[in-house]
């Protein structure tokens, strides 16, 4: 099935969804899969956290899918808002692909997956994974203060 009959919902469009998780075997590709991604998705796409996975995290999956998708959505009538940053800032970094730093809906924040980008120069910082584990604690307290949040309302 396509996401679009599997998510047929409110105006038969993807706007009810809030997170996307997309797992990708190949993250070669990932320039193609954002190009399919945007045209279902379209201007203020939901948060999304992607990762490469060598095995779909389906267990019935047995088709060797190359993009598995998860989402959460909502049946809410509330509409939800986003933050997409677009362009290279001093305080948050510039989303690399066709999604939201966050999705807000009601009280419920859900925030984009991040590496250590340095927001102002959009590369990775220097220092290994520590450094970078900082820079993206930094990356989620920064978009969390932009949407009136903190990390004191993460749940895990």
């Not at 038969?12 to 075997?25: A, E, G, M, N, R």
Request: charge should be negative; hydrophobic fraction near 40%.
């Amino acid at each position: 099935k396509s996401l679009h009959q599997i998510n047929a919902a409110p105006g038969d469009d993807l706007s009810h969804i809030l997170f996307v998780t997309l797992y990708v075997k190949d993250m070669t590709q990932f320039a193609a899969i954002n190009k399919a991604y945007v045209r279902h998705f379209g201007i203020n796409p939901a948060a999304r956290a992607c990762l490469q996975i060598t095995s779909s995290p389906d267990a019935h999956d047995n088709d060797g899918n190359d993009v598995y998708i998860e989402c959460l959505a909502t049946t809410m009538n509330s509409s939800k808002s986003a933050l997409h940053v677009q362009s290279i800032s001093s305080w948050a970094p510039a989303c690399i692909g066709p999604y939201s730093q966050a999705t807000m809906l009601e009280d419920n924040v859900f925030l984009a997956g991040q590496i250590g980008l340095c927001p102002s120069s959009m590369s990775l910082v220097e220092g290994g994974v520590l450094a970078q584990a900082h820079q993206v604690l930094y990356n989620i307290r920064q978009v969390l203060r932009d949407v009136d949040s903190s990390e004191t309302n993460i749940i895990t």
